[in-house]
């Protein structure tokens, strides 16, 4: 069964504190599809080759971290649907003694990446990217002559679709000759408008997880597009910044994302604003369907509630996991907040924890 992201964000900050002395914590990745068996074969294989390592205490640790996995991978009926990662290694802070950990997890989505590495660290890239957040935002680079459609999900951009215009460039005539290209041009110029302001419509319309839109080209093409009227009113309306871009295609999305990360971080500060300013604001005219402090919030989630867990990036994490358990089994949400607001602050000194109840509570 895959782990929750709050669980996989506890398992990351654990892993990320381990240090091997040498090259001897040992990370795999086995994708969604993939044959375990292959993987665990490739295990006994490196086996071998580590008994070729010089220094004995590398060589004994890096032996048992990789016999501790091919344990585990046998535990294991076949590669789950998401995939697989593997960490194993001594991670004892004292030279000289023994703690071989090994964890194996189901993450939450699908692993695109196959892996095998032994490294004073363990490879955690691919499940810190799962950890971004889950929200979508379109992509839309526009000049005269091409456009380029595409979509980012976390890090991850993707060109979804390349138009071209058919526009001419720009050629030397006179007189009637000459206005008469400018309408020629004018009206492709709008019929190239209308095709990606439809295709937008197809990609986005019905996308749930949008919350916003990132538009970018040459001045002033991509500002004649907006104003045309073309994209509908509510793609329109999801519009959060428009920037100067040279690039099309996939370097120029990757510029676009680039120029608006100040825009895309003060999206996750909103949110974590929007959530807050509920809880104080209920807190205000409806006290009794609000819970803080540790205490009275575990009480309110055992009595099924909380509508709304919400908990301070500062919270200390053992404490939260009986919290967030609770959560889960009463379907009540969970939402991790930060100090980066005042709001954040102000939520801090009441302890860092509280909830937004469903009902009022006497």
């Known amino acids: 069964m895959p782990i929750s992201k709050d669980e996989l964000d506890e398992l990351v900050e654990e892993l990320e504190d381990y240090r091997g002395r ?117 992509l839309l680079i526009i000049e005269r002559k091409e456009a380029t459609i ?15 215009s058919g526009v001419p460039g720009k050629v030397r005539a006179g007189g009637q000759s000459s206005q008469r290209f400018h309408r020629i041009t ?13 295709e937008m419509k197809k990609k986005f319309f019905d996308n749930e997880k ?24 509510k793609l329109k309306e999801k519009v959060i910044a428009v920037k100067d871009i040279g690039d099309t295609g996939a370097p120029g999305l990757k510029e676009l994302v680039q120029k608006c990360e100040d825009v895309l971080a003060e999206q996750e500060v909103t949110k974590q604003r929007q959530i807050l300013e509920e809880f104080f604001s209920t807190l205000a005219k409806e006290p009794n369907k609000v819970a803080y402090g540790e205490v009275e919030t575990s009480i309110r989630l055992k009595e099924g509630a909380v509508e709304k867990l919400i908990l301070s990036r500062s919270f200390e994490k053992e404490k939260a996991k009986p919290l967030e358990k609770l959560a889960k089994s009463t379907s009540a949400e969970v939402h991790r907040v930060t100090k980066e607001t005042a709001e954040g602050v102000q939520f801090d000194n009441l302890g860092g924890v509280g909830a937004i109840l469903r009902f009022a509570m006497a």
């Open 210 to 233: 949008l919350k916003g839109i990132l538009v970018g080209g040459p001045i002033p093409t991509k500002d004649e597009f907006l104003e045309t009227g073309q994209l509908v009113t």
């Open 186 to 198: 004018e009206g492709l110029a709008k019929e190239f408008f209308r095709r990606v302001a439809e």
């Open 22 to 138: 040498h090259t001897e914590l040992i990370t795999v990745y086995i994708p969604a599809g993939f044959d375990k068996n292959q993987v665990a074969k490739q295990i006994e294989d490196e086996k071998g080759t580590a008994t070729n390592i010089k220094s004995t205490s590398t060589r004994k640790n890096v032996l048992q971290s990789l016999e501790k996995m091919s344990r585990q991978l046998k535990l294991i009926k076949q590669t789950p649907k998401n995939g697989l990662a593997l960490f194993s290694g001594n991670v004892s802070e004292n030279e000289g003694q023994q703690d071989f950990q090994v964890w194996a997890i189901e993450p939450p989505k699908p692993l695109k990446i196959r892996l095998y590495r032994c490294d004073q660290t363990f490879v955690l890239e691919p499940l810190k990217e799962m950890l971004e957040t889950d929200e979508v935002y379109g």
């Open 150 to 164: 595409g979509i980012l999900e976390g890090k991850s951009i993707r060109v979804l679709q390349t138009l071209t």
